[in-house]
């Protein structure tokens, strides 16, 4: 079976944006749920609507993979799960580390949708001495003094910290120094890393509070309705002697950018 270090995707040899290749994940999860439900062929407003993006985007996307569907008939769903799991990647099996074995970090041990996905969990991290030899979700804890030399002897490119902020630094160190390349942070902290380095940071605290803004902002925005007084924005249009209905460029205003 072929690992991860030996296997590197293709889309950046081949030019896809990175934007694009940001997509291809919401492609694939929507493609998955029609082929689960056995539906042969998606036109591109269907699948448009079903990852959340405009059906103009999605083509232009698909272009760099070489797919333009058939007209009449749309794409062909089977086909198209297998290109982009193909461009992501996912063929082939992925050797994973999982660095801090807390809460967060058992629950991740647990996901069943790694193994579904192309990944392994080749390995569970952690630096206390207590949870050593500790099953989690059906595999066994090893000490992070042995973080090298697991991942020389799994063949590891891509390494999960969910660690402390404290330690997350010198965690990505020693896994950039035993040589992965791919980290996906769960820690509050921004790493450094040399280039050819690649990090994905995920931040539920930063996400909790940008729900809360927009919350907030339909909070203001419901108050001002019932109060019978014109949106900021709107109102600042009307002073200015805008049209209240639309932009400079003849575009209705939006308060921020969505």
């Not at 193909?86 to 647990?110: F, H, K, S, Y």
């Not at 950039?176 to 390349?181: I, K, L, Q, S, Y």
């Not at 109060?227 to 002697?241: E, F, I, K, N, S």
Request: aromatic letters at 6%; a negative charge; one cysteine or more.
């Amino acid at each position: 079976m072929a690992t991860g270090r030996t296997h590197r995707p293709a889309t950046r040899s081949r030019g896809i944006p990175e934007a694009t290749v940001a997509r291809l994940p919401l492609y694939l999860r929507a493609l998955t749920a029609l082929s689960e439900r056995s539906v042969p062929t998606v036109s591109s407003e269907e699948l448009a609507a079903a990852a959340g993006v405009n059906s103009a985007k999605l083509r232009k996307d698909f272009s760099y993979l070489g797919s333009y569907g058939t007209r009449g008939v749309g794409y062909d769903v089977e086909y198209l799960v297998y290109q982009i799991s193909r461009e992501l990647g996912l063929t082939q099996d992925w050797p994973v580390v999982i660095v801090g074995i807390g809460n967060l970090g058992a629950a991740l041990a647990g996901y069943g949708g790694f193994a579904s996905r192309g990944f392994r969990v080749a390995a569970l991290i952690d630096a206390d001495p207590a949870m050593a030899g500790k099953p989690v979700a059906g595999i066994p804890v090893q000490h992070t003094d042995d973080l090298e030399k697991i991942i020389k002897d799994n063949g590891v490119s891509i390494g999960v910290i969910a660690t402390p902020a404290g330690v997350a630094q010198q965690v990505c160190d020693r896994l950039v120094a035993a040589g992965v390349t791919s980290i996906l942070n769960f820690a509050p902290t921004v790493l450094s890393v040399p280039d050819g380095v690649d990090v994905r940071k995920v931040d539920l605290s930063i996400e909790l509070q940008i729900l809360a803004f927009h919350e907030q902002r339909k909070a203001g925005e419901e108050t001002a309705a019932g109060d019978g007084a014109l949106p900021a924005a709107t109102a600042r249009g009307v002073a200015a002697g805008d049209s209240a209905d639309q932009g400079p460029d003849g575009d209705v205003p939006a308060v921020m950018p969505a």
